[in-house]
């Protein structure tokens, strides 16, 4: 029979939770760690950032490469562009270019007093992504989300500061590009089923071919932005099946196609762990 100790036992629980960095270490590394430069300041590496990024560990004192606080995030991502920026969120407030919070576009950085009793001190940074949409080391939920400044009271009445960091070159072409009419996780088309008998365009469209799909869920209605968000995010690309059933509009949210059941398997095993636990494979044809 084997015998465990209080000291044997006390190592395993270490070992098991060694994966898992404490949110505020005993003893916070405060020396600044500088990124080194990946890219070119622009949005498209942004993204990137954005997108890898997601879902990382939140620990207090830390600018990456694997986990952030709120500052060392956006201090890590324009680092990464060598765009040199203060480390803490009250300094990178009062450097940049000072705007209105309607002026926003992707990559400005907006800061928050979340202090229980607000006085107008800084102490919370995210990074804008669009249609009140911004991303951000969460103290709350202790690792890199997305936020939403429209949806959330919380974070709308907080906002203390707007600054821009991008060279101007690259905001006028955010600028000439942007359209305000579509929101940043409605980069997929919404495709609702036809009839059979209805007439379809002869326009010819190019679509990847396959008839399995990961469902990530049905709704009553459509599904909420922040889920097609954290998709697009993620790099997958969806449809909505939309259909009547007993008076009300039913959509299914279904990433793919994928030519194979083990190719869906594989995204399968990727998105209930990142995005949807309940999620399964369907064969829709």
């Known amino acids: 029979m084997k015998i465990i100790t209080y000291s044997s036992l006390a190592l395993l629980l270490l070992s098991l939770n060694a994966c898992k960095p404490p949110h505020h270490p005993k003893n916070p590394n405060y020396g600044i760690s500088k990124p080194k430069v990946k890219y070119n300041p622009s949005k498209k590496n942004l993204q990137k950032m954005v997108t890898d990024l997601q879902g990382s560990p939140y620990v207090w004192a830390e600018e990456g ?10 201090y890590y991502m324009y680092g990464s562009m060598g765009i040199e920026i203060p480390r803490v969120a009250r300094e990178q407030a009062k450097k940049g270019t000072h705007i209105k919070s309607s002026e926003l576009v992707y990559g400005d950085l907006i800061f928050f007093d979340t202090e229980r009793r607000r006085r107008g001190r800084i102490t919370h940074v995210g990074m804008y992504l669009g249609d009140g949409w911004f991303t951000h080391a969460s103290t709350v939920k202790y690792e ?7 949806t959330s ?4 009445q907080r906002l203390r500061v707007c600054r821009r960091y991008l060279p101007q070159s690259e905001i006028a072409f955010l600028k000439s590009t942007a359209k305000s009419n579509i929101k940043p996780w409605e980069a997929s088309k ?6 059979v008998s209805q007439t ?5 469209v190019t679509r990847k071919k396959g008839s399995f799909y990961v469902q990530v869920g049905s709704y009553s209605g459509r599904p909420h932005s922040s889920i097609l968000y954290k998709i697009s995010a993620k790099g997958y690309s969806y449809k909505v099946l939309q259909f009547p059933q007993n008076e009300k509009k039913i959509s299914k949210l279904l990433i793919g196609p994928y030519s194979t059941h083990a190719e869906a398997e594989t995204v399968l095993v990727t998105v209930k762990k990142q995005i949807q636990k309940s999620a399964f494979i369907a064969e829709i044809r």
């Open 144 to 150: 890199i989300v997305y936020s939403n400044l429209n």
């Open 65 to 74: 490469p694997n986990n952030f606080d709120c500052s060392g995030f956006t």
């Open 190 to 195: 919404v495709q609702t089923p036809r009839l």
């Open 153 to 156: 009271p919380y974070y709308k």
């Open 200 to 204: 379809h365009s002869s326009k010819k």
